[in-house]
């Protein structure tokens, strides 16, 4: 499929990077201060087909907020602890109102928007690759220098690109408690989670 596919990693002032990945793989990125600005700098981009949003798409009321998501990844990698994949009542309010107010504002813009959680740096651990590495095995210019925010927006674009496209075989969202959010029929539904490799 041809087109942008979008990525983001919510922050404050002078911290929230966006990026956008072209099918050829030319990659731009920026960074802004807040929602509206991580928004509109995407819309000028073009309409992406889809879009990764470093911040938890859905919620738990379950104690201390843990997701079922959280623990797989976890458990199926021991490097990744809890300190990288913190549960939800323990993450600040940049990721939180930042990543959904972002998909929301997105979807009222483009209802069909597909939307996907991403955490680039759990999936750098788990793929034991650093941003040039991540670059070249996706096939995406290598843009942001050490601008960590552009480079996690960047590596976002590409999981709802890998994952959209049936790229990627997980989709961590299929799997819940009871107690979580459904990420298929909430208020921000459908929401997806794609990760690279099947786990247990």
Known sequence: MRGIWAGADPGGIGAFGVAVVDESGATRCATVSSVSE?????????????IGIDAPMWWSAGPGGG???????????????SGTVQSVNSLRGAALAGGALLASWMREQDPGLRI???HPKALLLALDMDGATFAERF??????????HQ???????VRAREGFQGNWP?????HRERLEQNPKSYWLA???YWWPQQIE
């Open 38 to 50: 991580a928004a509109t700098w995407v819309r000028a981009q073009g309409k992406p087909l889809g």
């Open 67 to 81: 997701r079922v998501a959280d623990h797989r990844l976890r458990k199926a990698y021991p490097r990744i602890h």
């Open 116 to 118: 996907t959680e991403a």
């Open 139 to 148: 096939g995406i210019r290598n843009v942001w220098g050490d601008e960590e």
């Open 151 to 157: 480079r996690d927006a960047a590596i976002a674009a």
């Open 170 to 174: 997980l989709d961590l969202a299929d």
């Open 190 to 192: 459908p929401v997806s």
